[in-house]
C-alpha cells in the first residue's frame, strides 16, 4: 500500500479483555517495529520483525504482550487480560532494508482505552 | 548504554520567533541521527537524516546540525508557524540501521 495502515484506529475495551491490533506496512518494506506511546509520553519500544529472522521482543512490558508476523507482511500485536495501564497509542512503522538510510514510515496509530 | 536525550522537555514560543531544540546522544557505533515531528495524533514524520560526514542539513525552515565528536544535534526552526506546534522527536540508529534509539521528545507550542 501507500502507507503504513493500522486497524483499528480507535479501540475501547473493559479490563480483562483481550484485544488485537493490525499492522498493514509498506509492501517491500521488511522490518517492522511496534511501540508505544502513553498520552503526552515519548515512544516506548515494544517489538521488532526483520525479515526471516526471530523478533527482537526485548520491549514487550509483560508476557500479556505478544506479537507475530504472517507472511512476513501483516502484523498483529495481541494484548491479553488487558489492564487500564495499558491504555496508550500503538504505532507501527516499517522501512525497507534496502535503503540503508533507516527512515522509519510510521502509520497513524491504534489508540487503546482500557476501562 | 544507548540513549537519546532532549531538551527542552516542552517550549511555548510566539509566531514567527525562532527557537532551537537540543539533542544529545551516546549511541554507538553511529549510523545516523532523524528528526521527526508529531503532530497530535498522527504518527511521527522524519524532517531531515544526518549522518557522520554532515555537520548542517535544511529542509524548508528546518536547520539540522550535527557534531559527531561531541554527539549533540540540533533542529532549529526559523519564523515559526502554528503549524509547527507538534512533538519533535530526535531519532539516532546504529551502524546497520536496523537498531533505533527514540528520544522522549519535545513539545513545541507556536502560540499568535
Known amino acids: 500500500g501507500a502507507g503504513v495502515s493500522q486497524s483499528p484506529s480507535n479501540k475501547v475495551t473493559e479490563k480483562g479483555k483481550d484485544v488485537e491490533l493490525r499492522c498493514d506496512p509498506i509492501?517491500?518494506?521488511?522490518?517492522l517495529y511496534w511501540y508505544r506511546q502513553s498520552l503526552g509520553q515519548g515512544l516506548e519500544f515494544l517489538i521488532y520483525f526483520q525479515g526471516n529472522s526471530a523478533p527482537d521482543k526485548s520491549g514487550l512490558p509483560s508476557d500479556r504482550f505478544s506479537a507475530e508476523r504472517t507472511g512476513g507482511s501483516v502484523s498483529t500485536l495481541t494484548i491479553q487480560r488487558t489492564q487500564q495501564e495499558d491504555s496508550a497509542v500503538y504505532l507501527c512503522?516499517?522501512?525497507?532494508?534496502?535503503?540503508?538510510?533507516?527512515?522509519?514510515?510510521f502509520g497513524e496509530g491504534s489508540r487503546l482505552t482500557v476501562l | 548504554k544507548n540513549q537519546v536525550e532532549q531538551s527542552p522537555q516542552s517550549l511555548i514560543i510566539l509566531e514567527g520567533k525562532n527557537c532551537t531544540l537540543q539533542?544529545?546522544?551516546?549511541?554507538?557505533?553511529?549510523?545516523?541521527l532523524r528528526w521527526y515531528k508529531q503532530d497530535t495524533g498522527r504518527g511521527p514524520v522524519s524532517l531531515t537524516i544526518m549522518t557522520f560526514s554532515e555537520n548542517t542539513k535544511s529542509n524548508g525552515r528546518y536547520t539540522a546540525t550535527l557534531d559527531a565528536d561531541t554527539k549533540q544535534s540540533s533542529l532549529h526552526i526559523t519564523a515559526s508557524q502554528l503549524s509547527d506546534s507538534a512533538s519533535y522527536i530526535c531519532v539516532v540508529s546504529e551502524t546497520g540501521g536496523f537498531k533505533t534509539i527514540f528520544g522522549a521528545g519535545t513539545r513545541l507550542f507556536v502560540k499568535a
Open positions: 539533542c544529545n546522544y551516546t549511541v554507538s557505533p553511529f549510523s545516523n
Open positions: 512503522a516499517s522501512r525497507t532494508l534496502a535503503t540503508g538510510t533507516g527512515e522509519l514510515f
Open positions: 509492501s517491500g518494506h521488511t522490518a
